[in-house]
């Protein structure tokens, strides 16, 4: 089994839509969260870590849930230029574990 | 900051040649990662260092796979001899601690591996 599992997509959705990606991790020992974006051929980049209590950061919005073993990110008001590949990363000690990423396609 | 800089951008190279891709970390991070990326795999973990020792390369393929850092500012995977299944995305990523914080890791840009 992965230790992270996601919707491959695509989620297509028009602009200014809200859109959500849930994301499981089978490891319970879990320690960090994150959420990484990928543009098409390009690296990885830290979009925003995932803390226990829920965060926000303009309009994207990241959520824990240890108990089902999720983390969720929400997008709200999509542009265009969120297109892109969301990535759900955990942690356990020392090594980070990808998941295989969602992809979002913001359409005009 | 300069970021990681990974080197070569783009490397083809015939089957059963030795290829070596180069990493800068960032300046004082002490955690060096190289990842692999393919679309039926998406990014694997290959090996990671701390503080220029490596810690675990469970993840290294084979024995055609071998990775150093001789000091804190360079790495090197090389793959010797190269097999067209090594085609791949090749990252380099760096993190101050294990990663575990705020921060996350840094990747490179990438090598992006064609072997014919």
């Known amino acids: 089994r992965k230790e992270v599992e996601q919707d491959p997509g695509p989620f297509n959705v028009p602009e200014g839509a809200t859109v959500a990606f849930n994301c499981t991790y089978s490891n319970s020992a879990s320690q960090s969260f994150f959420w990484y974006r990928q543009d098409c051929r390009k690296e990885p980049k830290l979009l925003m870590s995932v803390y226990s209590s829920g965060n926000e950061d303009g309009r994207f919005t990241a959520q824990l849930n240890r108990a089902s073993q999720y983390i969720s990110l929400l997008i709200r008001d999509s542009k265009l230029s969120d297109s892109a590949t969301y990535l759900c990363?955990?942690?356990?000690?020392?090594?980070?574990?990808f998941g295989s990423g969602t992809k979002l396609n913001v359409k005009p | 900051d300069a970021g990681v800089i990974q080197s070569p951008r783009h490397e083809v190279t015939e089957m059963g040649q030795e290829v070596t891709l180069r990493c800068k970390p960032i300046?004082?991070?002490?955690?060096l990662f190289w990842y692999r990326q393919t679309m039926m795999r998406g990014l694997e973990l290959l090996i990671y260092f701390n503080n220029n020792v490596p810690i675990d390369d469970s993840g290294m393929p084979e024995d055609r796979f071998s990775a150093k850092m001789p000091n804190a500012s360079f790495s090197t995977l090389k793959i010797q001899p190269s097999e067209p299944r090594d085609s791949a995305v090749y990252f380099c990523a760096s993190s101050l601690g294990q990663g575990a914080g705020s921060y996350g890791y840094t990747f490179g840009s990438g090598t992006r591996l064609t072997v014919v």
């Open positions: 990363v955990n942690s356990n000690f020392n090594k980070f574990y």
């Open positions: 300046s004082g991070h002490d955690y």
